[in-house]
């Protein structure tokens, strides 16, 4: 099957990021650069007429074993708690007590947090359901 997307793009070429099956169904979900998604169905060869707007920072966009939904994996950068004075008290006496001859390793990865200016990168998911393409998305 040749699939004819100029028509539904002012015959100009779209820049599709990604596309996907959506599982147990006869169609196909394009995700575009900006993050504009549209489902087009091959067996009427037409786009519905719903769009969803996934994060333009999408890194990953995938179909539920069901096909239920559509699953768009973002990630985001986001700011770590900021140490308070008690956690400071307690970081320096971990320390002291390591000071005084005990073995343990410690591991450091606190601390990378409060270097790494409290910035922490988290993979978060959109979920999109098919039913509903175009409404309301739940994140989590």
């Given at each position: 099957m040749n699939i004819q997307l100029l028509q539904w793009y002012n015959n100009s070429v779209p820049h599709i990021k990604y596309f996907l099956f959506?599982?147990?169904t006869e169609e196909l979900c394009f995700v575009e650069k900006g993050g504009r998604a549209r489902i087009y169905n091959l067996i009427n060869q037409q786009f519905r007429p719903a769009v969803c707007n996934f994060p333009s920072n999408t890194a990953n966009v995938l179909s539920s074993l069901d096909?239920?939904?559509?699953v768009a994996f973002v990630k985001e950068k986001i700011e770590a708690d900021k140490p308070t004075i008690n956690d400071r008290e307690s970081d320096s006496e971990r320390e002291s007590d390591?000071?005084?001859?005990?073995?343990?390793?410690?591991?450091?990865?606190?601390?990378?947090?409060?270097?790494?200016?409290?910035v922490k990168e988290i993979c978060r998911a959109y979920v999109y359901f098919c039913t509903n393409f175009g409404g309301s998305v739940s994140k989590g």
């Amino acid at each position: 099957m040749n699939i004819q997307l100029l028509q539904w793009y002012n015959n100009s070429v779209p820049h599709i990021k990604y596309f996907l099956f959506v599982k147990n169904t006869e169609e196909l979900c394009f995700v575009e650069k900006g993050g504009r998604a549209r489902i087009y169905n091959l067996i009427n060869q037409q786009f519905r007429p719903a769009v969803c707007n996934f994060p333009s920072n999408t890194a990953n966009v995938l179909s539920s074993l069901d096909g239920s939904c559509i699953v768009a994996f973002v990630k985001e950068k986001i700011e770590a708690d900021k140490p308070t004075i008690n956690d400071r008290e307690s970081d320096s006496e971990r320390e002291s007590d390591n000071e005084e001859g005990s073995d343990e390793e410690t591991d450091s990865t606190d601390n990378n947090v409060i270097e790494d200016n409290n910035v922490k990168e988290i993979c978060r998911a959109y979920v999109y359901f098919c039913t509903n393409f175009g409404g309301s998305v739940s994140k989590g």
